[in-house]
């Protein structure tokens, strides 16, 4: 679990289907340029959070809730999404609802993990992708600090086919 100021990030549980549908699952906007397709019904949100719910067993799995404090329910998921050991590498990923778009929670979620990355796991880089076409993930991972590092061409597949990544990473002696 990590807090923030207005946030606190926690594990999934099967009670957070509904949210989850409600505030940001289903909604085709948000889910526009990621790499599954908006929910048509809560029951996906319920096998999703079982399927979490059996990976949090894995030491290497980080999946959070980001939960506003004020209303105590969660409006996103911010998560590693790929992790190399071997290099000491994390790849982050995150989503939240339309309802709290431009209001700073993805930057203060994605800060904390951020932090817990490199301070509790103790990766050397964290890097994150965006779509060319979806700029405002991009300015998340800049106000975090992350470097621009360039465009990986026809590099990913999202909702919208096959695009350009844009790719930001930091270094723990970046900090």
């Known amino acids: 679990m990590i807090e923030t ?3 606190l990030l926690r594990k999934f549980v099967i ?3 509904d949210a989850m549908f409600r505030n940001w699952a289903s909604d085709k906007e948000v889910t526009k340029f990621l790499t599954w397709p908006a929910y048509t019904g809560s029951e996906t949100a319920m096998q999703v ?3 979490w719910d059996t990976s949090y067993k894995k030491p ?3 999946q959070w809730a980001i939960v506003m404090k004020d209303i105590n329910e969660p409006i996103g998921s911010i998560s590693v999404v790929a992790i190399d050991e071997k290099i000491e590498v994390a790849e982050i990923g995150y989503c939240i609802g339309r309802s709290w778009w431009n209001r700073g929670i993805a930057s203060e979620a994605l800060r ?3 932090d817990f990355m490199f301070d509790q796991v103790g990766v050397n880089r964290i890097q994150a992708k965006h779509d060319v076409n979806n700029p405002h993930s991009g300015m998340v991972m ?3 600090g992350m470097k621009y590092e ?3 061409r026809s590099a990913g597949v999202n909702n919208q086919g096959l695009c350009d990544l844009r790719i930001y990473a930091l270094l723990r002696s970046d900090r």
């Open 60 to 62: 290497d799995f980080y």
């Open 49 to 51: 959070l079982g399927e």
């Open 112 to 114: 904390a993990v951020i």
């Open 5 to 7: 100021k207005r946030l």
């Open 15 to 17: 009670e957070d289907a």
């Open 142 to 144: 800049k106000k975090c």
């Open 150 to 152: 360039g465009t990986m």
